[in-house]
T-cell receptor, first 112, second 112 residues
Framework: NAGVTQTPKFQVLKTGQSMTLQCAQDMNHNSMYWYRQDPGMGLRLIYYSASEGTTDKGEVPNGYNVSRLNKREFSLRLESAAPSQTSVYFC???????????FGPGTRLTVL | AQTVTQSQPEMSVQEAETVTLSCTYDTSESDYYLFWYKQPPSRQMILVIRQEAYKQQNATENRFSVNFQKAAKSFSLKISDSQLGDAAMYFCAYRRVPKLVFGKGTKLTVNP
């Protein structure tokens, strides 16, 4: 039982490049989330998916898109990366949106 | 708006001693959940303990316990018999569905 997994662990992009961060969970959870963590700050919600087939914006959605591919997988896409998107990205999942959230190991993204 | 404040950016404790990390929050809701997450150098966000606001009894998990003062909107974490493996960033979080609102964290150092 791996919990929440994320790929890749590290990534370096140049400004304007695109990429997709992958997240998968094996806990049969309905809800999934993408957060970013910037230095000296806690995590902030980018997008979430309350259940398969739905996605909604969080606090800081600009510059990102998401896809809930199936119940297990929730991807985050940067269409045109900017230096301001340099951050650590965490995926999380929970049984329902009001249940405890469990986090993946994070992806450190640097945009040059 | 709900905010979470951790007033201690850094704390240190001697191995085997007890340390208390502070957290205050602001909310107009009467029923809510609070969490402490641990983030070691590996970056993984690990759930330490959670507290339901409607429960008067303070939550405990082995060496970790909380002092939940609802009227004062205070939620401190006590770590007893500190171990070297407890060294990490600790984040207090308030659940505002669908997201978690995080404080900025407290860096805990454990001295041998």
């Amino acid at each position: 039982n791996a919990g929440v997994t994320q790929t890749p662990k590290f990534q370096v992009l140049k400004t304007g490049q695109s990429m997709t961060l992958q997240c998968a969970q094996d806990m049969n959870h309905n809800s999934m989330y993408w957060y970013r963590q910037d230095p000296g700050m806690g995590l902030r919600l980018i997008y979430y998916s309350a259940s398969e087939g739905t996605t909604d914006k969080g606090e800081v959605p600009n510059g990102y898109n998401v896809s809930r591919l199936n119940k297990r997988e929730f991807s985050l896409r940067l269409e045109s990366a900017a230096p301001s998107q340099t951050s650590v990205y965490f995926c999380a999942s929970s049984e329902r949106t009001w249940d405890t959230q469990y986090f993946g190991p994070g992806t450190r993204l640097t945009v040059l | 708006a709900q905010t979470v404040t951790q007033s201690q950016p850094e704390m240190s404790v001697q191995e085997a001693e007890t340390v208390t990390l502070s957290c205050t929050y602001d909310t107009s809701e009467s029923d809510y959940y609070l969490f402490w997450y641990k983030q070691p150098p590996s970056r993984q966000m690990i759930l330490v303990i959670r507290q339901e606001a409607y429960k008067q009894q303070n939550a405990t998990e082995n060496r970790f316990s909380v002092n939940f003062q609802k009227a004062a909107k205070s939620f401190s974490l006590k770590i007893s018999d500190s171990q070297l493996g407890d060294a990490a960033m600790y984040f207090c979080a308030y659940r505002r569905v669908p997201k978690l609102v995080f404080g900025k964290g407290t860096k805990l150092t454990v001295n041998p």
